[in-house]
């Protein structure tokens, strides 16, 4: 019996710490859907050639999957003659930098607006095609001879056509899943996806685990999947995807869907739910304890994606670098200027160095603004001394030129304990039209400017104007006239002049008072308190003995 007790205390104490180890951490929002051991990425259908047309055009087809929220930004001007087909199954805004060399065509009946730098918007010219991939294709091939290239985009910011460059190409466009990193004559700054990877890592001692899980809601049909060196993946996804692993190095894996390893088919008929705990169990009992490393769940429903899943101790792939391009800035150009007085005159010289305890006024503006945009919209601005950031509270200033350019000023006097120096001032807005309803994308604008600290006035003399003088003198007056009105009031009440002489008690040595001259005094003696009546004729009678004698020697 005791061995049977033993026996499942063990088991339990196993199965806990087993359980323990291979506990999933919780998962979290990776921004912009890539960190420094996993990158998510979009491959959508696409294509690229050499084809020219006779007239020495490039054909390009410019599909975009755009929510109508924000402006997109077209630059044309650096692109080779051309015809561009653009197709959109939603209602889009487009900024159009022209270039007369550049054809632009849209369906029939489109929802696309377009507007241009100047406020003119571009020639645009109507076609008769239908809205799918194919159909686009086709009736390319057959106005033009062929198609240069296919391009497929989601919520692009800016696109930029740079030209042709003298790469290796086929001589037709068939569509298949890529990314826009190899083509080199266009360049597209997307909008980072948010909340469509959510991952958790811990690192460990023993050889890495990942679990990476798709859930059924999300309709992903191919994955490619680019792995580290002597791993163990569990790989749980929707009915249908296929996992395409090219990796010849040593690992192992466990999936409940199809996998195409280096070219071969590995079905596996594994059933596996999407639930966590589930999982959980699952990499327990298929791994044998061994702790997960990394937990991830895939939330962005696209047919194909690339996942990048790497050992932390090893760099950054070159293909990763090259397929996530960073971010850049509107490509509208918005300027801003400072000034020192409200009258926006003379502009601040960035040499000068303005006085901590002064406003700056600061103006916004853009060529754009008052053709294409009616307002510019301020979010927020900073100040950056130093390493240090202040979020600034200003003010709005009148503007007899409606709302393009944007006036603003703000106080330094709260920024009085940071260190005089190169201050930066950076402001985030945003070109909008007249109902704000379609703007462009937030930009920052940057200004330097000096800054010197106020010192006040050091001096400790006081300066006395002709009213606090006679403030002073008839203080003086009323002063002078309630001390006197005092000393008769105890004087009348007493019957002894105050201050002039005092009669001393029996404890007294002596005396002095002010005799008729001036600066005589004449020593009195003490005086009994309570003298008897023959003291006082004795008294008397001795003094004027005393008094006489001197007066009859002197005679």
Not at 134 to 160: M, Y
Not at 222 to 243: E, I, Q
Not at 425 to 451: A, P
Request: hydrophobic share 35%; charged share 20%.
């Amino acid at each position: 019996m005791r061995s049977i007790i033993c026996f499942i205390g063990v088991f339990l104490c196993l199965r806990t710490t087993a359980s323990d180890s291979s506990a999933i951490c919780e998962p979290k929002d990776v921004p912009g859907s890539r960190n420094d051991w996993i990158v998510l990425q979009e491959m959508s259908l696409g294509c690229w050639s050499n084809f020219t047309s006779q007239d020495g055009k490039e054909v390009h087809i410019l599909k975009l999957l755009s929510s109508p929220e924000n402006i997109l930004t077209l630059l044309l001007p650096a692109a080779n003659p051309s015809v561009l087909i653009i197709t959109s199954s939603s209602a889009l805004n487009i900024l159009v930098y022209d270039n007369p060399a550049v054809n632009i065509y849209v369906k029939n009946g489109s929802s696309i607006r377009f507007f241009g730098k100047t406020g003119i918007p571009p020639q645009i010219q109507d076609a008769p095609f239908a809205d799918s991939d194919s159909a686009v294709l086709k009736w390319a091939e057959e106005t033009f001879g062929g198609v240069t290239s296919f391009t497929s985009a989601r919520d692009p910011r800016n696109i930029t056509f740079t030209g042709m460059k003298g790469a290796q190409r086929p001589s037709t466009c068939a569509l298949q899943p890529e990314t826009t990193a190899d083509k080199q004559f266009i360049e597209l700054n997307l909008k980072p996806p948010s909340d469509e990877l959510k991952a958790c890592y811990t690192k460990h001692s023993e050889e890495p685990l990942h679990v990476i899980n798709i859930p059924d809601d999300v309709k992903i049909q191919n994955v490619s999947l680019h792995l580290p060196t002597k791993s163990k993946f569990f790989l749980r996804g929707p009915a249908g995807t296929v996992w395409v692993i090219n990796n010849t190095k040593e690992f192992q894996f466990v999936s409940n869907n199809h996998i195409i390893l280096n070219g071969m088919s590995v079905p596996l008929k594994e059933t596996i739910s999407d639930d966590p705990r589930e999982i959980r169990q699952k990499v327990l009992l298929k791994f044998k304890g061994i702790p997960i490393t990394s937990y991830s769940e895939i939330h962005l429903n696209v047919s194909h994606i690339q996942l990048w899943i790497r050992d932390t101790s090893s760099s950054v792939s070159t293909e990763v670098e090259h397929t996530t391009p960073a971010p850049s800035s509107s490509s509208v150009p918005i300027q801003m200027q400072l000034f020192s007085s409200p009258d926006y005159r003379l502009p601040l010289d960035p040499s000068s160095k303005v006085q901590s305890d002064k406003r700056v006024y600061v103006e916004i503006t853009s060529e754009s603004c008052g053709k294409i945009f009616s307002s510019i919209n301020v979010r927020s601005c900073y100040v950056r001394p130093m390493q240090m950031v202040r979020k600034m509270q200003f003010e709005v200033e009148a503007n007899n030129i409606r709302e393009c350019p944007k006036r603003l000023s703000f106080s330094l006097e709260m920024l009085q304990d940071l260190p005089s120096s190169s201050w930066e001032l950076e402001c985030t807005v945003k070109l909008c039209d007249h109902s704000n309803r379609f703007c462009i994308n937030e930009t920052q604008v940057k200004r330097s400017f000096q800054v010197k600290p106020y010192i006040s006035n050091q001096n400790p003399c006081f300066e006395f104007g002709l009213s606090a003088v006679l403030g002073i003198a008839f203080g003086g007056f009323l002063i002078g006239v309630l001390l006197t009105g005092a000393l008769w009031f105890i004087k009348i009440r007493t019957g002894h002049p105050v201050a002039l002489g005092m009669r001393s008690t029996a404890a007294e040595l002596s005396v002095f008072s002010i005799s008729g001259c001036p600066c005589g005094l004449t020593k009195r003696q003490p005086v009994p308190t309570h003298p008897s009546p023959s003291e006082n004729s004795s008294t008397n009678s001795s003094t004027g003995s005393t008094q006489s004698t001197p007066t009859s020697s002197m005679a």
